[in-house]
């Protein structure tokens, strides 16, 4: 900050009188005038300037919502970097204290790097700094101490006021579900979290009001504890003062964890939601935040597997009212995807899929696009990893996959028929069950996930599914338009 001084003049300071300073100021008085009066002579069109040119992206931020555990959890961060120049990272660890120091680290290029982060407390969350070359950031947590199963997802590449949280329930009392809130940023965060059930009025508890989060905190809130007993609670942040970002995490007494990214502002109308090798029932719970008579919602959804789409029974003629949520059931078998489509504003889904012993999965929804990173969702050995690529478009897509480093240097190229799914094939994937996969579409546009089981006798103990990350364009080229800006 630059702070300027003034100085008072007067006989005492300088000696100078300051009627001497008038005839001065009467020949120089007229000079403004005169440059006045020949501009407004000028021709009054405005001015146009050039647009500034655009800067490349050096530095950027990935938020990670992932949640943790009692004793015996694991979380680790996956960082790849599709591109051609090595990146460095700094990652920071949030729980409910303050935090430690920061670690820093390099990302080779083509190359997928494991960051083990501490697992302990339902609030822990991280933040990955990027600096040189984008990276993408999502998170593998392995629940242990007593509890079980494999969560994957995505990280969120921005922060923000509003966040959507679908995925919720307290219909079993052995079920635990949270909502994780994590403040990156160096000044206070202020939001209220209201929950959204089928059979209640909406819920916005005390202690879920006006609540302040320090700088570089995380915290979690049982959605249990206000709302119990339904089998659709979900949640709606809105944030007053700063930015967050925000995330479920769902913990099941009979085994298994699922955790969905939260939607940062109002989500599109039609979104894909990818997912496969399931026990053969998908959930698509759908909140409708909305607060007068005149928000209820109309929605419409099919199924697209390798076949021809077929409807998604549930959603066909549905609707909703405002300030609501309602899970939807449909049969799946195989390699299958949501195409979902909504009528009205303030309204956001998430599958929920459930694994062939008792771990449980969410994944949230996407639109189409050329160039994506996957990310493995396996958590040891045994495994039988699965990746999923859905085209919910009118054209086929002709995707080329590859393994980042440590990965082999092996390629397959499948092609996805207009508005189907397919597997990507098995040998390939086992090659490199735990390396991540650069997906790029030589023709058409597409959605992958990961689905992925893993550990136990036959590596079906666990079971986890995550959305892909797209690969934004120009990011390989660092041309990214404009810094999306550090999180410190």
């Not at 990652?91 to 120091?101: I, T, Y």
């Not at 303030?346 to 949230?364: I, L, P, Y």
């Not at 079971?463 to 660092?478: D, F, H, K, N, T």
């Amino acid at each position: 900050r630059v702070v300027v001084g003034r100085r008072v003049v007067g006989h005492a300071e300088t000696g100078i009188r300051v009627p001497r300073l008038q005839p001065l100021v009467a020949i120089l008085l007229p000079v403004p005038l005169l440059a006045g009066a020949a501009y407004a002579a000028r021709e009054l069109t405005p001015r146009t300037f050039d647009p500034a040119p655009e800067v490349p992206a050096s530095s950027g931020a990935w938020f990670c919502p992932h949640g943790g555990g009692r004793g015996g959890w694991e979380v680790e961060l996956q960082v790849a970097n599709p591109g051609e120049r090595t990146a460095s990272i700094r990652v920071l660890s949030l729980g409910q204290d303050k935090p430690g120091q920061p670690q820093t680290f390099e990302v080779p290029p083509d190359e997928l790097v494991r960051i083990p982060v501490p697992p302990r407390g339902r609030e822990r969350s991280s933040m990955v700094e990027w600096f040189g070359q984008w990276v993408a950031v999502g998170w593998l947590a392995h629940a242990g101490g007593g509890e079980g199963g494999v969560a994957a997802e995505p990280c969120a590449p921005a922060a923000g006021g509003r966040w959507y949280l679908p995925d919720g329930t307290t219909d079993v009392d052995e079920d635990d579900d949270y909502v994780i809130v994590m403040n990156p940023f160096a000044r206070e965060a202020v939001f209220s979290i209201s929950l959204l059930s089928e059979r209640k009025e909406p819920v916005r508890h005390g202690s879920l009001t006006d609540v302040v989060l320090r700088p570089f905190r995380s915290a979690a809130f049982n959605v249990n504890d206000v709302v119990l007993g339904e089998p659709t609670v979900s949640a709606l942040v809105e944030v007053s003062v700063g930015r967050v970002a925000a995330a479920t995490l769902g913990v099941s007494g009979a085994g298994g964890i699922r955790s969905a990214l939260g939607y940062l502002g109002q989500p599109a109308d039609t979104l894909t939601f990818p997912g496969g090798d399931d026990a053969g029932r998908t959930d698509l719970v759908v909140m409708s935040a909305g607060t007068t008579d005149e928000a209820r919602v109309s929605l419409g959804g099919d199924i697209l597997g390798e076949g021809e789409p077929q409807a998604f029974a549930g959603l066909v003629d549905a609707s909703m009212p405002a300030a609501s949520a309602r899970t939807f059931t449909a049969t799946t078998s195989g390699a299958t995807s949501v195409r979902w489509t909504v009528t009205g504003e303030d309204v956001a889904a998430v599958r929920r899929t459930f694994g062939v012993v008792s771990d449980q999965a969410s994944v949230t929804g996407a639109q189409p696009a050329s160039s994506w990173i996957v990310l493995p969702a396996v958590a040891g050995e045994p495994s039988n990893p699965g990746l999923v690529l859905a085209n919910p478009g009118t054209e086929p897509a002709v995707v080329r996959l590859s393994f980042l480093a440590p990965g082999p240097a092996e390629q397959v190229t499948v092609t996805v028929p207009a508005g189907s799914t397919v597997a990507a094939p098995e040998g390939f994937l086992r090659a490199a069950p735990e390396a991540g996969v650069s997906a790029t579409a030589t023709s058409g546009t597409f959605i992958p996930a990961t689905a992925s089981y893993s550990l136990g006798q036959e590596g079906l103990a666990t079971y986890a599914v995550a959305l892909g990350i797209r690969i934004p364009e120009g990011a390989l080229e660092g041309n990214l338009p404009g810094s999306t800006g550090s999180g410190r």
